[in-house]
């Protein structure tokens, strides 16, 4: 077995090679013209260090975001949008909405598709799915005109309430095929994004049109070029809510690509948390501009359908362009190790979100940056060993960072020593991660302090523990190699394909029979492209339903058995409904109907991955070294023992310990407890909880 | 010695409490029943100490609920004295002078206790569909007609539901069910959010929230008044003209400039009107308030201290210091004009520095069927926003609002209605260096062949389009029409007979700065775009257009 993982960033390309020794991996610069080249390179190298030929390679997973990039940077095709007459404005106007109620001067995303070549075509259809309006031959032709005159390479089609009657656009995509060929590409809203609600429907066909010829020719030169070396396994992309799916599928609807690579994060921290057992994880990755926050449960993650690409403005929620796509419900805070301290205009204390990111890095980096950062403040309490830091990579002038700290916090603050100042800045960060935890969770409708907390990247060992105690979580989950990237949670990734169904109706008038070959039908399509890459008995099916007291906008998440026993599981739904919703708001309500928001109906490769408890290896501590740690409750210097992972073992050891590592360093505070288990991931615990 | 751990304490609390604020607004948001009340986020949560002063509050809401409700705990406590309080009571009112300026808008206040002593209150309030009376209309010619007002009094005793109280509301209400469900949403958010805040103070060993007052006033205070200090010492006048329900109405303003703080009097505006949009004083102040904050301190966090810098009075009896019985249902449609009155005021302290006018109120579409089939459909039509000093106006989006739009597709879904267009209107946006905000058309009809009914209570604006600042041109003035001919000129009931369309022009943005001196590639841009007409381009950027065929 030689199965392959290619994760191309903005700046790096990651290959990652998994063989039955193990992984091994290959860093390169990402070549921003034609992307495959630096991947090409990338397994050139790897497969040469490892003795092998692309023909014995059995099967590449690849993620992008060459998707992404290309919204922002703008350099998709040039796209039209063919849609209902009287409504060409709908990408203009977008919600017609301020996302920040105070700033006057924020500014909107221009659409992708400027408003001449959005077109009006007299057809209608009404919101029960009956036609008003047909719309003609002739109507279309002279379109199809105008769309070659103006020499389009998309055309996005999306018409009102096609969600429910897909018809129109059926009918104009075939007549605009046999008019303008083979080689201009036309997307469906009803087949990208089925879902209503016109803007978000519209903004995700025209997105999705918008980078489709691109990412075609892209995937198309790299698999070519991959097969002249004698590549001939399986070639499978990863998507934005952490599955695989077929080149083919990939190239169909590319929108979906768009969160591939931080989905491979989550997707690996999901594979741990299945290894170690944990049915609630939620997951903090804190890197150096920002931390993301995902829930994961029973080993998957929470993925919804709004996401939004190409913030406008200051990277702002509601400045982008929405995408309704399945996607890993990531949060991203700005509290990363490069973030900035600083006193703002009121006199407070504030942690980011502006970054000295890794040019010129934090006041320690000693490149040049005089702005006090998380990881000064880390350097300063002593939670981070001066040599060694990030594997090496990094020289630290370690003085540099309380003089920061002293200069920009302490002395403003007028504290008497700066310890307690970065201490300060350390315990603000955390804060910020717990609050974005705990209002994401309840937006939920997660009680988080009934998760695990799963850790990862360069800070999280450090900021775990005490974010968990303002959670009030009682086991934390530091993964092997916790710093490793996105690449090798492709590999950890199961094949899978999901599609969305509107309905909005209240249950009471919903035809269960009628729903069940609804289901059925969007079932067997999206088996059909799952099966191109697993065997039938591998797969398993899923059927996600939403559901909402009529008139209310939280909308609870529940899940159907499999088609066989639908109605049955059909009937059981109001009692569900009013079981969680007592749990989630206190209450229930009378005489309000339930009503079915939306279906979502998924296939995926069935990954068993069990927990395992085999104890490490047994190793008794063989440097006694110790470290002082600035304690902010202690108002004073703590001393940790300094401690290798390899030499904790499955029984439990005491806090407060420092367990120092290449590209991590985890805090074992006090109350907690820390041991190993068998893939090497550590568990810490409350101690007595 | 200054303690280092009470700094660094203090810093965390801040946040902490408008996070725990933050996170009772949103899931009060997604319990909303009604689309509007949940675009809009017509509501907002706050966090208050044990005398009443406000120490945080959510973002999300709008400015009218933001900042109404900082003196609403005060004075609903004025009613029932805090000594009285025991854990497990809350108290409830939607009196339009103590909450937020209709019978609507439903404030729940909840005290939090540590060791059996108040250490403070959590407070949320949010828009109920339908509290009885002429429902969503401006026809009233009393609050006693505008649907049923509940006094200060407790919504809960000793962890008993009051369930009396909710019969009196349900009763009275055309949707019972979830007017009950929303006021227990306001109840069990403001729970969480006590338990929060105990949690908290349990987690830093606080005793009370006296010092977290101390700390949050003294810096906002401070920072509010190094903030207002920017504009110019004066005093400064302004006025503007709205349609009124039938007749004119004019707002003025005096704003007085001081050392690091703002005092506005709005004596001289029009006496109140007979119908229902007349803004009791609360409201007033809040969107007043909002429209100087905006300019010139807007990074500064709500609380009492950041609030009392700005003080905003007027006479009684004014159409914005409206009393009791006075109508008020409406009352946005004066509340939401104030924000521009102030913004003129501002203009002449800081010349240059000032968006052009807005649209101004919300447009709310209000149908109901008139037919044989019963239903209601509310929606708002947004028009276009002022020029800034530096960019266009932002077009189709509210301001002050930040109300979105009930998409398309879902209005059609809940009522049996048809939008046979919605597009922008082009020529609507004011002239000028910045172009205001572009203005929508949209055509609007049964789908059932019945006739409906329409209030126009909030179509305001049908007279004179928003001003433009620094030689930039007006925008557009708003026009409405039935397809049978009839033309909307006041904010009456209008019925459209089976068969015609409702068509509607919302206003635009004013423009900023000389048209002349607008960048020509923006012209060119607009003309290519369709936003604006070959002949306006020939009449308004004449110049340009000229110096450009030049080049050529």
């Given amino acids: 077995m030689l199965r392959l ?77 063919v849609t209902t007459a009287g409504f060409r404005d709908v990408l203009g106007m977008r919600t017609e909405k301020r996302f920040e109620q105070y700033a006057l001067d924020i500014e909107m995303p221009e659409p992708l598709v400027p ?115 004698g590549f001939d396994g399986s070639f499978l992309m990863m998507l934005s809510d952490g599955a695989l799916t077929t080149l083919d599928q990939a190239t169909r609807f590319p929108i979906r690509l768009v969160e591939g690579g931080p989905a491979g994060g989550v997707a690996l921290a999901a594979h741990v948390a299945r290894e170690v057992g944990s049915d609630k994880t939620l997951s903090l990755d804190i890197g150096g501009t920002t931390a993301k926050i995902c829930f994961i449960e029973k080993g998957q993650p929470q993925t919804s359908r709004r996401f939004e690409v190409a913030r406008a403005w200051r990277d702002v929620k509601g400045s982008g362009l929405p995408v309704r796509v399945p996607t890993v419900e990531l949060v991203e805070i700005g509290a990363g190790g490069g973030s900035i301290a600083n006193i703002d205009t009121l006199g407070r204390l504030k942690v980011g979100p502006k970054s000295a990111s890794s040019e010129p890095g934090p006041a320690a980096y000693n490149r040049g940056g005089e702005d006090a950062t998380i990881t000064d403040a880390h350097v300063t309490v002593g939670n981070i060993a001066s040599d060694g830091f990030a594997g090496g990579i990094i020289a630290l002038a370690p003085e540099r960072a309380p003089d920061a700290i002293a200069r920009q916090i302490q002395n403003p603050l007028g504290m008497d020593a700066v310890e307690p100042a970065a201490a300060g800045i350390i315990e603000l960060a955390d804060e910020t991660m717990a609050n974005a935890a705990r209002v994401h969770g309840v937006e939920l409708g997660l009680d988080v302090s009934s998760f695990d907390l799963l850790v990862s990247g ?89 559901l909402r007291y009529s008139g209310q906008g939280l909308e609870i998440p529940l899940s159907l058995p499999d088609p066989e026993r639908f109605e049955e599981g059909f009937k059981n739904l109001a009692a569900r409904f009013e079981e969680r919703y007592l749990a989630l708001v206190g209450f229930t309500l009378e005489n309000i109907s339930i009503e079915l928001v939306s279906v979502s109906v998924g296939a995926r490769e069935r990954k068993a991955t069990g927990p395992s408890d085999v104890p490490g290896a047994v190793t008794e501590d063989s440097q006694p070294s110790q470290r002082d740690i600035y304690d902010l409750n202690a108002r004073r210097a703590l001393t940790y023992r300094v401690i290798e992972r390899a030499a904790i073992n499955g029984h439990a050891s005491r806090g407060p310990a420092v367990v120092s590592e290449a590209q991590t360093t985890t805090l074992v505070r006090p109350g907690w407890s820390v041991r190993r288990v068998g893939q090497g991931h550590l568990i810490m615990e409350r101690a007595g909880g | 010695m200054t303690n280092a751990q009470d700094i660094i304490a ?133 609050v006693f007609e505008e649907g049923v007002t509940i006094p200060v009094m407790r919504l809960r005793k000793g962890g008993a539901l009051n369930e009396d109280l909710l019969n009196i ?48 006033f003294e810096s906002s205070a401070q920072g509010t008044k190094a903030a207002l200090s920017r504009a110019p010492r004066g005093v400064y006048e302004n006025r503007l003209t709205l349609d009124g329900y039938d007749a004119a109405i004019e707002l003025r303003a005096k704003m007085t400039i001081g050392d690091g703080r703002i005092d506005v009097d709005l004596a001289g505006s029009s006496p109140v009107a007979d119908r229902g949009i007349n803004c009791p004083l609360n409201y007033s102040v809040a969107y007043a308030s909002f429209g100087i904050k905006a300019l010139l301190a807007p990074e500064i966090p709500n609380n009492q201290a950041s609030l009392d810098a700005i003080s905003v009075s007027a006479p009684p009896g004014l159409v914005v210091s409206a009393e009791r019985p006075s109508p008020v249902t409406a009352r946005h449609v004066i509340g939401q004009a104030l924000p521009d009155l102030m913004l003129g005021c501002l203009e002449q302290a800081l010349p240059g520095e000032v968006l052009a006018e807005s649209s101004g109120a919300l447009w709310t579409i209000a149908l109901s069927g008139a037919g044989k089939t019963a239903f209601t459909s509310l929606n708002v039509a947004l028009g276009g926003m002022g020029a800034r000093p530096h960019s266009d106006g932002l077009s189709t989006t509210a301001f002050p609002s930040g109300v979105g739009a009930v998409p398309v597709e879902a209005a059609e879904v809940a009522a049996p209605v048809i939008y046979h267009s919605k597009e922008f209107a082009p020529d609507t946006g004011g002239a000028g260096k910045q172009r205001g905000g572009l203005a929508q058309r949209i055509e609007i009809g049964s789908r059932l062949g019945e006739d409906l009914s329409l209030s126009a209570a909030a179509f305001e604006r049908l007279t004179t389009g928003p001003a433009g600042r620094q030689g930039g041109l007006s925008g557009a003035k708003g026009q409405v029409k039935i397809t049978d001919g009839t033309q909307i000129t006041d904010k009456g009931i209008y019925r459209i007979p089976a068969g015609a369309r409702l068509i509607l022009q919302t206003p635009g943005g004013g423009g900023f700065g000389e048209p002349a001196k607008r960048d020509r590639d923006a012209v060119a841009r607009d003309l290519s775009e369709g936003l604006i007409s070959q002949e306006a381009a020939e009449r308004l950027y004449q110049k340009e257009i000229k110096e450009r065929e030049k080049r050529k």
């Fill in chain 2, 169 to 216: 509301v349900t009763a009275n209400s055309r949707v019972p069910h979830e007017a009950r469900g929303d006021i227990l949403s306001l109840l069990t958010s403001n729970d969480t959010g006590v338990s929060r805040l105990t949690d908290l103070m349990r987690e830093y060993d606080l005793e009370d929230l006296s010092g977290m007052t101390r700390f949050i």
């Fill in chain 1, 115 to 229: 408003r001449p070549l959005r077109l009006g075509l007299a057809e209608r259809i009404l919101a029960d799915g009956s036609v008003s309006i047909a719309p003609t031959e002739q109507d279309i032709d002279s379109l199809a005109a105008r769309l070659r005159a103006q020499e389009v390479e998309a055309v996005a089609i999306g018409f009102l309430h096609s969600y429910k009657n897909p018809a129109h656009e059926v009918f104009v995509a075939e007549r605009l095929r046999t008019q303008l060929g083979n080689d201009v590409t036309l997307c469906l809203s009803s087949e990208v994004a089925g879902e209503i609600r016109e803007y978000e429907r519209f903004s995700t066909v025209c997105a999705n049109a918008y980078v489709r010829p691109l990412m075609s020719r892209y995937l198309g030169r790299l698999l070519s070029q991959l097969q002249d070396r």
């Fill in chain 1, 458 to 546: 360069g800070g999280g060992g450090l900021h775990g523990a005490r974010i968990a105690d303002k959670l009030g979580i009682k086991r934390i989950i530091v993964p092997q190699n916790a710093g490793v990237g996105s690449a090798v949670g492709f590999l950890r990734s199961p094949v899978a394909f999901e599609s969305a169904i509107s309905e909005v109706e209240p249950l009471e008038e919903i035809n269960a029979q009628l729903l069940r070959t609804r289901v059925e039908e969007t079932l067997a399509y999206v088996r059909d492209i799952v099966a191109e890459a697993v065997p039938p008995d591998e797969i398993e099916s899923s059927i996600k339903l939403e």
């Fill in chain 1, 5 to 81: 993982a290619i994760d191309i960033g903005g700046t790096f390309t990651d290959v990652v090679a998994e063989t039955p020794e193990g992984l091994t991996s290959v860093k390169v610069l990402t070549s921003a013209q034609a992307p495959e080249v630096a991947a090409l390179d990338g397994v050139d190298r790897l497969l040469h260090s490892l003795s092998k030929t692309h023909a014995e390679i059995t099967g590449v997973v690849h993620g992008t975001t060459l998707a992404t990039n290309a919204l922002i940077e703008r350099r998709g095709a040039k796209t039209a949008l």
């Fill in chain 2, 10 to 142: 203090r810093n965390v609390l801040w946040n902490r409490l408008i996070s725990v604020c933050e996170e009772q607004a949103n899931a009060l948001m997604r319990a909303a029943f009604g689309a509007i009340v949940r675009e809009a986020g017509d509501l907002s949560a706050g966090v208050f100490n044990a005398r009443g002063d406000m120490l945080a509050q959510a973002v999300t809401g709008t400015p009218g609920h933001v900042n109404t409700m900082a003196a609403s705990v005060r004075a609903m406590l004025a009613f029932v004295p805090a000594e009285t309080l025991s854990p497990g009571d809350a108290l409830v009112t939607n009196d339009p002078w103590i909450g937020a300026g209709h019978v609507f808008d439903f404030v729940v206040v909840t005290p939090a206790f540590v060791n059996g002593e108040i250490v403070g209150y959590l407070a949320s309030t949010s828009h109920i569909v339908d509290v009885g009376g002429r429902g969503w209309s401006a026809e009233g010619r009393s």
